[in-house]
C-alpha cells in the first residue's frame, strides 16, 4: 500500500506514485545498491515520504548508471526510469525550497531567466552609466593604473549595489537550504558535529558519487551514454573550482581595496588577476564542455525543463568569464566603460538569477550529503540518529 500523499504536498500526485512506485521496487532488487549514495539511503526507509522522495532526489547525481543497469527500464512491463524520477522530483523540490516563493516560477521559465540575466540587467546597468557617467569618461581610453574602473563606476556604488545583492542572494540561499535541512530531519546539532562536515566536504569536493560507483572509480559513470566516462566530472571539476577560484579572487581583490588600499585593475601578475584568470578558464571550459555532452545524452534520460534549466546557468557562468576575460584583455581602450558596464551588468544577473535556477542544486545536493553522512554515521555506530 503507497505511503499517503500529504494534503500540502507540493509534488503532483502522479509524480509522488510514480516516485513511491520505483523506489519501492528498487528498495526490493537492490541490484544497484553499490553505484552511489541512492540506494544505501532508500534501503534505511521502509516507506517514502514527500520528504523522502526530495532527499533522495537531491542525492542524486543523475549520472544514469542505475538506468542502464536495472533489469526493470523499458521495455519491462516495470517501465522503471529511476534518474528520469528523482530529476522531475528534484526539479519540484527546488520550486518548493525556493525563497521568498514567487521567484521560482524562474524555474520554469529558464529562458526569461536567461533573458534577464544576459540582456536586461546589463542593458540597464549601461543606461545608468550613460545617464550619469559623461561621454568623456565612459567612451574613453584609460591608462592601465590604479582606480580607472572606478573612473567609470565609482567604488561605493560597485561595493554598494553587490552588497545588497549579494547579501539578498546569500538569505534566500541560505532559507532555502533550511527549509530544506528542516523537512528532512536535520537539526542544529547535527550541523555541528565535524565529522558529518568532513564527509560530505570530501564527497563534494572530490564528486564521489560521478566516479562510476564502488570505491575504486576506475571507469566513470553512464554520461552521456551508457559508456562509461569521466568527461562530465572533469568538465563539472573545472566548472566548480573555476567558479571558487573566481570567488576567492574577488575577495582578495576586496582585501587589496579595503586593508592594504591599493585600486583596481591590479597589475598581470597579481594574485587576483591570476586567480581570476585560472578561474576564468575553468568558466570557459567546463560550461562548453557540459553543453557540448549535453546533446549526447541518451533520449531515455532526457528533460527538456532540466535541460534549459541547466542551458541556461552554463551559459550564464560562461558570458561571465567571456566578458570579464574581454574586460581584461581590453581595459587600457576606449571600449573598456562598455565592457565595464557589461560584465557588472551580467554578473549582477548571474547574482539575482542563482536562488531560481541551477546553481540551488550546489546547495540542496550539499544539504543532501550532509543527511546522508550523518545517517552514514547513525547506521555505522548502532544507535539513534543524530539530532
Not at 254 to 280: C, D, K, Q, T
Request: glycine share 8%.
Amino acid at each position: 500500500m503507497p505511503f499517503p500523499n500529504p494534503a500540502n504536498s507540493s509534488l503532483p500526485l502522479s509524480l509522488f506514485e510514480e516516485g513511491d512506485r520505483v523506489l519501492r521496487i528498487c528498495n526490493a532488487c537492490r541490484y544497484c545498491e553499490g553505484f552511489c549514495a541512492v540506494f544505501p539511503a532508500m534501503e534505511r526507509r521502509l516507506d517514502f515520504a514527500e520528504k523522502d522522495l526530495n532527499y533522495l532526489a537531491n542525492l542524486c547525481h543523475d549520472c544514469g548508471e542505475c538506468y542502464y543497469s536495472c533489469q526493470y527500464a523499458p521495455p519491462h512491463e516495470f517501465a522503471l526510469n529511476l534518474p528520469q524520477t528523482l530529476a522531475e522530483i528534484r526539479r519540484e523540490s527546488f520550486r518548493k525550497y525556493a525563497w521568498p516563493g514567487w521567484g521560482a516560477a524562474l524555474f520554469r521559465r529558464n529562458l526569461l531567466a536567461l533573458i534577464l540575466g544576459a540582456l536586461v540587467t546589463p542593458l540597464v546597468v549601461f543606461l545608468l552609466l550613460r545617464t550619469y557617467v559623461p561621454s568623456s569618461v565612459l567612451f574613453s581610453a584609460h591608462t592601465d593604473r590604479e582606480g580607472a574602473f572606478y573612473q567609470v563606476v565609482p567604488h561605493s556604488v560597485m561595493a554598494a549595489a553587490f552588497g545588497a545583492a549579494g547579501l539578498l542572494i546569500f538569505i534566500a540561499l541560505m532559507a532555502g537550504f533550511f527549509r530544506f535541512w528542516r523537512e528532512t530531519g536535520g537539526s542544529l546539532k547535527t550541523l555541528l558535529v565535524p565529522a558529518i562536515w568532513r564527509r560530505a566536504v570530501s564527497d563534494t569536493m572530490r564528486l564521489r558519487y560521478l566516479d562510476g560507483g564502488g570505491d575504486d572509480g576506475a571507469d566513470g559513470c553512464a554520461y552521456p551514454s551508457e559508456v562509461p566516462s569521466h568527461a562530465r566530472r572533469w568538465f563539472h571539476h573545472l566548472t566548480f573550482y573555476g567558479f571558487l577560484l573566481c570567488f576567492a579572487a574577488t575577495a582578495i581583490a576586496a582585501f587589496y581595496h579595503n586593508v592594504l588600499g591599493r585600486e583596481a585593475p591590479y597589475p598581470w601578475l597579481s594574485l587576483p588577476v591570476m586567480l581570476g584568470s585560472i578561474g576564468g578558464v575553468g568558466l570557459l571550459v567546463g560550461p562548453v564542455g557540459l553543453l557540448w555532452l549535453k546533446p549526447m545524452r541518451d533520449p531515455e534520460l532526457k528533460n527538456p525543463i532540466q535541460s534549459r534549466m541547466d542551458i541556461a546557468f552554463l551559459a550564464m557562468l560562461f558570458l561571465t568569464s567571456l566578458t570579464g576575460f574581454l574586460l581584461l584583455l581590453l581595459r587600457e581602450s576606449s571600449a573598456m566603460g562598455v565592457l565595464l558596464a557589461i560584465h557588472l551588468g551580467i554578473v549582477m544577473g548571474l547574482f539575482l538569477t542563482m536562488p531560481y535556477g541551477k546553481f540551488v542544486h550546489g546547495i540542496y545536493r550539499f544539504g543532501a550529503l550532509l543527511c546522508n553522512a550523518s545517517e552514514e554515521r547513525w547506521a555505522k555506530a548502532g544507535g539513534p540518529r543524530v539530532k
